[in-house]
């Protein structure tokens, strides 16, 4: 394939960058206002940059139980004070705080945009069977949600019975994939701009909801659509590089931390592509360091929080892993530094000091002048 196709097909991928996303029926629909909407934080300080850290041990289980005083967090390196901090979870809270607690919202989306028929199938039979565990008792609501090249349909009342979502689902009817290797580059421009606009889509949504989002999405990724032979022109690498600060704002703003699950499983294992995601997990400020693979789903999973699975046909227990995170976790407060520079990034590190214990929370925050 020649260069100036490929660079016109990126050309296309950014200007889909430029859109804030489509409704929850329509792919490629943009709202009037033409942007994202900042969110509402879920403090009475809306300036503050909240945190939602999940503490597991070396066999990646949840901690309960930890308090504010276990905690330090860094930004740049600096030690900031936690301006306010909760525990959700455990068996410590009363029923009080149980009653009162910050909602949380788990959903899981079941990608049949960037999988094959076949493997959709099989997605759904793993889910299935995570749903008719302990009897259909889930041990945390679910939302479920498919998203295709139709359009996106999420249920719009989570239930903790799985008996009762799965009735739901098997209503579904997945989709046949209409985008053909004759489509563009393979399909893969439409199918990265179905992608990343439902995401940035959810975002939006979510935005204006109160409380942590668990997004699960069963997917192997969308097109990294990077590579050695597309040369970006300097406007198109500030285009890449807003919507990379635009993606990563609005999904903190939303208090999203996303999953990924690749439902290739061992079929995938060891090859190239798997783990090329890790060569872009390092957020990016400089329009000569930008990459379309930096918005990638496996990037976004991890510098979010959450978790990029792989090289397991065991999907069922993997959706558990997941999930699991919402078994505990600790929700903390610190004030923004003001920004010296456009798309300035501040670097966050949460530890505590509990020999043993790993800590999980986004990467960063963009800032502006």
């Not at 999420?154 to 009735?167: M, R």
């Not at 991890?302 to 959706?319: E, K, P, W």
């Not at 505590?352 to 986004?362: A, N």
């Amino acid at each position: 394939m020649n260069t100036s196709y490929r660079a016109g097909i990126f050309a296309i991928c950014l200007s889909s960058l430029s859109l804030p996303g489509f409704t929850q029926q329509q792919p490629g629909q943009v709202p009037e206002s033409g942007q994202i909407q900042p969110a509402p934080q879920n403090s009475s300080q809306s300036n503050h940059i909240l945190l939602d850290v999940v503490v597991t041990d070396r066999s990646g289980k949840p901690i309960p139980g930890l308090a504010e005083k276990d905690f330090v967090v860094r930004d740049n390196g600096n030690v900031q004070n936690i301006l306010s901090f909760r525990a959700h979870g455990g068996t410590t809270a009363t029923d009080e705080l149980q009653s009162t607690k910050t909602p949380l919202k788990i959903i899981v989306m079941i990608d049949e945009v960037n999988t094959t028929f076949d493997h959709v199938a099989y997605e759904r039979d793993q889910l299935k069977k995570y749903l008719l565990q302990n009897g259909g008792k889930l041990p945390q609501p679910l939302l479920l949600g498919f998203v295709s090249d139709k359009g996106t349909e999420i249920q719009s009342v989570p239930s903790q019975d799985g008996n009762a979502l799965l009735a739901s689902f098997d209503q579904h009817e997945t989709a046949l994939r209409t985008i053909r290797r004759n489509t563009g580059f393979y399909g893969a421009e439409e199918r990265f701009q179905i992608s990343i606009n439902t995401m940035r889509s959810l975002a939006a949504k979510e935005a204006q909801q109160p409380g942590r989002k668990m997004i699960v999405w069963i997917s192997p990724g969308w097109p990294l659509l990077t590579g050695p032979r597309i040369d970006m022109t300097a406007k198109q690498a500030q285009q890449l590089l807003a919507s990379i600060v635009d993606v990563s704002t609005a999904l903190r703003q939303a208090r999203i931390t996303m999953y990924s699950i690749d439902p290739l499983g061992l079929a995938d294992a060891g090859s190239v592509r798997l783990n090329y995601y890790q060569e872009f997990l390092k957020p990016v400020t400089a329009t000569k360091d930008v990459q379309i693979a930096d918005l990638s789903l496996q990037v976004l999973a991890t510098q979010t929080g959450g978790l990029a699975l792989n090289s397991s046909n065991d999907i069922t227990s993997q959706i558990a892993r997941c999930v699991a995170d919402a078994d505990a976790y600790y929700t903390l407060a610190i004030d923004p530094h003001p920004a010296d520079k456009p798309n300035d990034f501040h670097a966050i590190s949460v530890k505590v000091e509990t020999p043993g214990l790993t800590t999980r929370t986004r990467n960063g925050y963009y800032t502006q002048p």
